[in-house]
C-alpha cells in the first residue's frame, strides 16, 4: 500500500460519491423523478476509482450506460451529473443525454453509451489521436462482461494491437449481462485470456479490491504510455444491484444478493484495509462519508428544482451548420 | 373476447406458432430470461420488456435461446437456419441496435431469394422495438423502420395495437421472406380485444381506422391512436377524416390509401420517424405520383423533426407528432384553396 | 485548366487537406496499399481503386494507415479521434459494407453533438464507393445513401464529377459535422476540367447543371450525365428541360430545386438507389409539401426497381435509369393534361 | 495416408478441377468475358478438398468471395457454376449471382459471400439448425485470414461455444487479405490461438498438404458430430495470383511469387507423396489432367454460348410473394 493519505482519502472520497450518487439516484428513479433507465455502479466502485486515478483531464475514458461511476472517477462535477440525470438545461449535456450519455470533454469523458460495446472503438479513435499527435497519455474503454462478447469490441482490440495504441481495455466483470450469467455469455469463460490472445498483456483482479485494480493499471499505463501498445485489465466485482432499476432479479437468489453486501464492498474492504495499514481514522472516514452525503443531497436537491430544457432546443446542436 | 395487452398478443402469437410448427424457434439476448443463472423456469422473465415470458418454460432451452450480447451472431443465426429450414424469430432487443448487425439482415437474409437464383429464401421474423415516449435517449428511442422498408427482400410490419399484431405476427412466421416485425414499446401495455385462437392478417392491407371524406390521414404504427383522437376532434368541428392504418410499410397497400385519396383529394401523413427519406416522404411521393389528378392540396408530413430523439421528457414530448399537431395540419391542407 | 479524372480530384482534395492540415489523416483497409509487405512507398497501391495513391509516400504512415477488415473498429476509430480533435478521412470501401458498421457512424458520430449537448461534434469524413455499373453484383453495387440521409447528424455528399468532386471534398473535410462523401465508382475514370489549387464547394448547395422551362429534372449522383443527355435529345423536339445536381442530398438545397419547379411545374426526379424512402421519395415528397400550387402533373420517379442489384450485366444494364427511361419519364409529365 | 485408391483418385481429380476451372475462369476474365471480380484460388487447394472430403449433401458449408474451390469441392456441377460465373440464365443463380455469389443449396453449400466475414454467422445458424432437428451434420465456415478479424467473425466462434453448436471455422490463410499481409493485420499473429481462447479446439495445419488438413478436419467433424462443440482449423497455404484479377501485387516480390509454383503447389505435393506411398502412377495423373481439362473446356465454351437472362427476370425472386 504505497499511497499517501491524500492519495487514499481521494479514493475513498471518490467511491464514496459513487455509493451516495446511485443510491440516492436510485431513491429518486423509484420515485419518479428521473426518467429512462438507470443503472447503478454499487460494488463496482473500486474498478473505476483504481483505473482513473492514473489519469489526468488529458487522458480519455469512455465509458457505458453504467457510466455515473466512471464519471465521478474522471472527475464530473457532481452537481453537474444530478442536472443531467434529471435531464436539466444546465446538465452536462443540457438535458439531451441523461443518464446513459453523459460526457465532459472537458474532462476527457468521451460519453457514457447505450450501445453495449460502442465505447471500445471510440477508445481506439481517442487513442488514435494521442499517438498521431505524439502525446504520451491513454484512453480506457470501460467494458462489461456482457459488452466483451459484442464484435466492436473484438475489433477494437485487434486495431489497437496493430496499430500499438495507448488504449486500455478496462473489462468490468460484475456476474451479468442483463440476466444473463458470464458462465454462459463468454463461452470461454475467461475474458481476460481472450483479450490476451488478441496480442497484448492482459491482468486479471478482483475489482472489489482497490488495491489490486491501481495496482494493475499502474502497470497497464505504464506499457502504454511507453508507446508499447494496449493492454487488456478483467477485473471481477458483482453488481448489488438488479441490471436496472425495476429489474426483480429471478435470475439469482435472494442470498447471493446479501452476502455481497456482507462480504464484497469495496468500501468497507478499503476502509478496514486502510485502517489497518495507515494512520486513517474511522473517524476520518466518517468525516467523509458525511461531506459526501451532505454534497449529495444538495445536488440532487439543486437539480430537482432546476429549470427544465427550453422547447427550442430540440432543434439545436444538431449540427453546427446545416442549410 | 377477452382484452390483453399487445405484450400478452405477442406472446400469444408466438406461443401459437411454437406449439404449431416445431421449426418455429425464439432466438436472442434474454429471450429466455438469464440461462446460466439459477432460474427458476416459471420465473424467467422473457425479455426485458416480458414479451415472451413463459415460452422457455413451455418449449425448453433447444427453441427458446438465450444469447450472449452478439447481434451479428443473432441475425446471422437466424438467417444461416431459415436459409437451411428452420422458421426463427430473432429478437433484436432495440432497433435502434440495428447498426451493429444490419449486414446479416441486409446483405444476407433479404437477398438470399434474388441472389441465389430462387433457390431459397430466408423465412424469419425480426421482432424489434422501436419508438420514443420513455425518456430513454438518442440511442434506445428511434424509429428507425424507413431503413428497412428502404431494403428490397425485407418485409416490414407496424402494428398499432393488439389485434393487429397477434395476426400480423402468426403471418409474418408463416411469410416464406424476411420480415421486420417492429412493436412500439409505448403500446405494450396497452388492451384490445384480441381472440384466444389463431388468426391471421395479410401482409400488404392497410386497415380503415375510421371512414371520412374531407382529409385522408395516414398513420402509422403509434401514431393512428393520435390520427384517431385528432380526428375525432376535427369532426366536432365539421371535417370528416379518414384514418388509415397501413401496419404492414412494406408491402404497402397503395389502393386503400389513393381510394380514400380520390374521395378527398387532402393528405397529411402521420409518422413518428425522422422525416427525410421515411415512410411519410415515401407516401407522399407515391401519392403525387399515382394520385396527382385527384390532389387538391399539398400533402402535409407530420414527423418528428430531422434530429435525434432527446432524453429529457420535456423535449421528447415536442418530438413526436401529437395529437394537436396533426389536427393543425389537417385543418391546413383542409382549408387550402 | 487540366482535365483529370474524378479520382485524381478526390486525391488532390486529400492531399491538399493533408499537406495544410496535420491533424486530416487517412484510415481505411489498403488506404496506404498493403502494411507489412516489403512494399515500395511510390509503388502503394493506394486503395482498391487507387483514390488514394501516392499518399502514403507523402504522408507517411503514421497518417495514411492501412487496417484490417475491421469497419466497426475503422468507423470508431474515425469518430473517437474526431471527438479528440483529429479530423479523420476514414474510408468504407464499398458502401455496401455499412452493415457491418453503421452503428458507430450513426448512433455515436451522428449523435456525439446533440446527445452532447453542443459539447463537440465529430468532424469526420466517410469516404464510401457507390454504385451500380460493374457487374459487382449485390452486395459490391448498392446506392446505399438514403439511408445516411435520413440520419439527423450525418451530412451526405454525392458528386457527379471531378470538379465537385473536389471543392465539395475539401468542404467536407473542413466542415465539423461527420460527412458520408459518395463516390460513384464509374465515375472515378470520367475526366473534367479542374483547377490544380484548393477550392470548396459549400455543402447545400445545388448546381443547375443546365436551364430549362418546361420540366425540371432534379438527377443524382452519375445520373445527372443522363439526365443532360437526355435534355439534349428533348430539346431537339421543343421539350426545354432544367437539370439540377443537389451535390449534397443531405442537406439538401430545396430553395434550387422549387425554383425551378415554379417555373416548370412539372417534375421528374432520378436516382440510382431502390424506390423506397428514397431520395427520390424525400424530393417528390417535399415539392408536393411545398411546391404544391406550381404543380402541374404528376411527379414521376425514375429509379431502380425495388430489387437487389443483379449481378449479370444484360439485367445490371436494366436496372438503372437511362437515358431513354428519363426521356420518357419526361415526356409523360410534359404531355400531362 | 490411410485413404484408399478411390478416395485418393477423388481428392487429386477435386483439387485439379478448381485449378483448371480458375485458371481457365482467368483466361476468361482477362479476356473481358466475365463480369464483375475474380479471385482464384489456386494454391489453396488442399484446404477445400481436405476438409469437404468428410461432407455430404447433408452438411453444410459457407464460403467466400473466394469460393469456386469451396463449391467444387462440396461437389457443385462444374458445368453450372460455368454458367453462374459468366451469369448465364441457366446458372446456379440464374445469373443474379455471379462468381461472388455461387449458391447451391441441395449440395449444402449456401453461396459465397462478397462481404468478408460474412459466412460465420450463417454457418452457426446451420448449425443450429442441425442441433434444434437432432441431426449429426456440421456446417463449416471458410474464412479468410482477412476475415478472421471482423466483428462478426469473433462472435460467430463466441455463440457456437455458448450454444455448442457442430460448426466448424475454416480458417484459410493465404498470407494476404487483398493488400495486406498477416503479419500485419492479425495483431497477435496466431490466428488459430485467437481461435482457441473462445473456448473451442484449433488446430493449426499446413494447407498446401492434403493430407494435413483432411486429418485435421477428420479431428473436428468427430468432435463436432459428437455434439462437443465447435473446433476451428488454421489452414496456412499462399495464394499464387493477386487479390482478384488485375491486382499488380507491388506488395509482394516477384520471387515470392514464382517460388509458390515451385515449393507450394498443393498439387504437385499430393501427386508426389502419392506416387510414392500408393499404386497410383504418373499415367493415373494424367489421365485424370486430361479429362479434367477436356471437362472444364467444354463446360465454358457451352457457358459462353449459353442464353442470357431475360430482362424480366430483374424482378423476380426478389420475394416469394409481395403485394
Ligand atoms: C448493442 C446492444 N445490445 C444490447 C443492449 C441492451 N443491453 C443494455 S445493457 C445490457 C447488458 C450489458 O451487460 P454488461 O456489458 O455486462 O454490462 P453491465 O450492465 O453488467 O454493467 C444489454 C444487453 C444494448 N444497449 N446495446
Ligand atoms: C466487410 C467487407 N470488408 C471489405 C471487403 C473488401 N474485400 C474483399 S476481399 C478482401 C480481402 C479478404 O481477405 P481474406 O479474408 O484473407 O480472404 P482472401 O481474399 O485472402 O481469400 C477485402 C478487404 C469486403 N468484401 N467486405
Ligand atoms: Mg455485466
Ligand atoms: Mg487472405
Redesign the interface.
Known amino acids: 500500500m504505497n499511497l499517501d493519505e491524500a492519495a487514499l482519502r481521494h479514493a475513498y472520497e471518490t467511491m464514496r460519491l459513487m455509493r451516495i450518487f446511485d443510491e440516492t439516484g436510485r431513491r429518486e428513479f423509484l420515485a419518479g423523478n428521473l426518467?429512462?433507465?438507470i443503472h447503478m455502479y454499487c460494488g463496482e466502485e473500486a474498478i473505476a476509482a483504481g483505473i482513473c486515478a492514473h489519469l489526468t483531464d488529458a487522458d480519455?475514458i469512455?465509458s457505458t450506460h453504467r457510466g455515473h461511476g466512471h464519471c465521478i472517477a474522471k472527475g464530473c462535477t457532481i452537481e453537474d451529473m444530478a442536472l443531467e440525470i434529471f435531464?436539466r438545461r444546465d446538465?452536462?449535456?443540457?438535458?439531451?443525454?441523461?443518464?446513459?450519455?453523459i460526457?465532459?470533454?472537458e474532462k476527457g469523458m468521451?460519453?457514457a453509451?447505450?450501445?453495449?460495446?460502442?465505447s471500445?472503438?471510440?477508445?481506439?479513435?481517442?487513442?488514435?489521436?494521442?499517438?498521431?499527435?505524439g502525446d504520451s497519455n491513454v484512453?480506457v474503454a470501460f467494458i462489461g462482461d456482457?459488452?466483451s462478447?459484442?464484435?466492436?469490441v473484438?475489433?477494437?482490440?485487434?486495431?489497437?494491437?496493430?496499430?500499438k495504441l495507448p488504449a486500455i481495455f478496462a473489462y468490468e466483470n460484475n456476474g451479468?449481462?442483463?440476466?444473463?450469467?458470464?458462465?454462459?455469455?463468454?463461452?470461454?469463460?475467461?475474458i481476460a485470456?481472450?483479450a490476451?490472445?488478441?496480442?497484448?498483456p492482459a491482468h486479471k483482479v478482483d475489482g472489489t479490491d482497490y488495491f489490486a485494480v491501481h495496482e494493475a493499471m499502474a502497470a497497464a499505463v505504464e506499457h502504454a504510455r511507453a508507446g508499447k501498445g494496449p493492454v487488456s485489465i478483467e477485473c471481477v466485482a458483482p453488481r448489488w444491484y438488479g441490471h436496472f432499476e425495476g429489474d426483480?432479479q429471478?435470475?439469482?437468489?435472494k442470498e447471493e444478493i446479501a452476502e455481497l453486501e456482507q462480504t464484497r464492498d469495496p468500501l468497507t474492504l478499503f476502509r478496514e484495509r486502510v485502517m489497518a495499514e495507515s494512520t486513517l481514522t474511522e473517524a476520518d472516514f466518517a468525516a467523509i462519508d458525511a461531506a459526501v452525503s451532505e454534497r449529495i443531497e444538495a445536488a440532487m436537491d439543486a437539480a430537482r428544482k432546476a429549470p427544465?430544457?427550453e422547447?427550442a432546443?430540440?432543434?439545436?446542436?444538431?449540427?453546427?451548420?446545416?442549410? | 373476447m377477452a382484452k390483453i395487452t399487445m405484450r400478452e398478443a405477442i406472446n400469444q402469437a408466438m406461443r401459437l406458432e411454437m406449439a404449431r410448427d416445431p421449426d418455429v424457434i425464439l432466438i436472442g439476448e434474454d429471450v429466455a430470461g438469464g440461462r446460466g443463472c439459477p432460474v427458476d423456469d416459471k420465473e424467467a422473465a422473457g425479455g426485458v420488456m416480458g414479451v415472451s415470458a413463459g415460452l422457455y418454460g413451455e418449449f425448453g432451452a433447444a427453441r427458446v435461446i438465450d444469447t450472449p450480447i452478439t447481434e451479428s451472431a443473432i441475425m446471422g443465426a437466424a438467417a444461416g437456419a431459415a436459409l437451411t429450414g428452420l422458421r426463427p424469430i430473432a429478437e433484436l432487443m432495440f432497433a435502434d441496435f440495428f447498426g451493429v448487425c444490419f449486414d446479416q439482415v441486409y446483405n444476407q437474409a433479404a437477398k438470399f431469394r434474388y441472389m441465389f437464383g430462387g433457390q431459397h429464401g430466408a423465412p424469419m421474423v425480426v421482432r424489434t422495438m422501436v419508438g420514443a415516449g420513455m425518456g430513454a435517449g438518442p440511442q434506445h428511442s428511434q424509429a428507425i423502420y424507413p431503413i428497412f422498408a428502404h431494403i428490397p427482400g425485407l418485409k416490414v410490419v407496424l402494428p398499432s395495437g393488439a389485434y393487429d399484431a397477434k395476426g400480423l405476427l402468426i403471418q409474418s412466421i408463416r411469410d416464406n421472406d424476411p420480415v421486420m416485425f417492429c412493436e412500439h414499446k409505448m403500446l405494450y401495455g396497452e388492451e384490445e380485444e384480441v381472440p384466444e385462437e389463431s388468426y391471421q392478417i395479410p401482409l400488404g392491407e392497410a386497415r380503415v381506422v375510421r371512414e371520412g371524406s374531407d382529409v385522408t390521414v395516414v398513420a402509422l404504427g403509434r401514431m393512428v391512436h393520435l390520427a384517431v383522437e385528432a380526428a375525432g376532434e376535427l369532426e366536432e368541428q365539421g371535417i370528416s377524416v379518414a384514418v388509415i392504418d397501413p401496419r404492414t410499410i412494406s408491402p404497402l397497400d397503395v389502393d386503400t390509401i389513393l381510394d380514400s385519396v380520390e374521395e378527398t383529394g387532402r393528405v397529411v401523413v402521420v409518422d413518428e420517424a425522422t422525416p427525410i427519406c421515411s415512410m411519410a416522404s415515401e407516401i407522399a411521393s407515391m401519392i403525387v405520383s399515382d394520385g396527382f389528378s385527384s390532389l387538391r392540396a399539398p400533402i402535409r408530413k407530420v414527423t418528428a423533426p430531422h434530429t435525434p430523439v432527446p432524453a429529457s421528457p420535456v423535449l421528447e414530448a415536442g418530438y413526436a407528432p401529437t395529437a394537436a399537431s396533426i389536427r393543425e395540419a389537417v385543418e391546413a391542407v383542409y382549408n387550402y384553396r
Chains 1, 4 share one sequence.
Not at chain 1, 154 to 163: G, Y
Not at chain 1, 250 to 253: E, L, N
Open positions: 426518467p429512462g433507465f480519455y469512455a435531464c446538465g452536462l449535456c443540457r438535458g439531451k443525454g441523461g443518464s446513459m450519455h460526457a465532459d470533454l468521451l460519453g453509451n447505450a450501445i453495449v460495446g460502442g471500445a472503438p471510440l477508445a481506439v479513435g481517442a487513442a488514435l489521436k494521442i499517438k498521431t499527435r484512453a456482457g459488452a462478447n459484442q464484435g466492436t473484438f475489433e477494437a482490440m485487434n486495431l489497437a494491437v496493430v496499430l451479468y449481462a442483463e440476466m444473463t450469467g458470464v458462465d454462459y455469455h463468454c463461452g470461454s469463460g475467461d485470456a481472450r490476451g490472445a488478441f496480442g497484448m426483480p429471478a435470475y439469482r437468489t427544465l430544457p422547447p432546443d430540440l432543434y439545436t446542436d444538431v449540427y453546427e451548420v446545416y442549410d
